[in-house]
């Protein structure tokens, strides 16, 4: 998303392949991406994981976000 707020997203991944990456929230300007959860088990992610992904120098909080992985490999 261009601008707003996101919160309590939940993200669950089991047994899958992802050729980019994941992340619970993404802002490319101005948000909140607080709250969200990103849950990963026995997958492969060819990029990055992250619970938030405040990005371009955006502002915003990125508060009380979970990554948890487990049996994965991120590459």
Known sequence: MKEGNAKGN????????????????LSEAVGDLTGNVVKIENSLIADYVAGANLQMAGNGDTNDNQVLIKNTRVA
């Open 10 to 25: 939940n993200v669950e991944l089991q047994n899958s392949s992802v050729a980019g990456f994941v992340s619970g929230a």
